[in-house]
C-alpha cells in the first residue's frame, strides 16, 4: 500500500485531482447501488 502511496505522490496535481476525483465518484456510486439493492430486497421481504 505504501508504494501505491508514492506513486501517487510522484504523479502531477492536477492528475492526482482527477483520480482523488474518479475514486471518490466510484466510492458513491458502489455506495449508492449497495442502499438501492438493501431497500430493493426489503421491499420483496414485504
Aim: proline share 4%; net charge neutral; hydrophobic share 50%.
Amino acid at each position: 500500500m505504501e508504494a501505491f502511496g508514492n506513486f501517487i505522490a510522484d504523479l502531477p496535481p492536477l492528475l492526482q485531482l482527477v483520480l482523488g476525483a474518479i475514486g471518490g465518484a466510484a466510492v458513491l456510486y458502489i455506495a449508492n447501488r449497495v442502499v438501492e439493492w438493501n431497500e430493493g430486497r426489503e421491499k420483496s421481504k414485504k
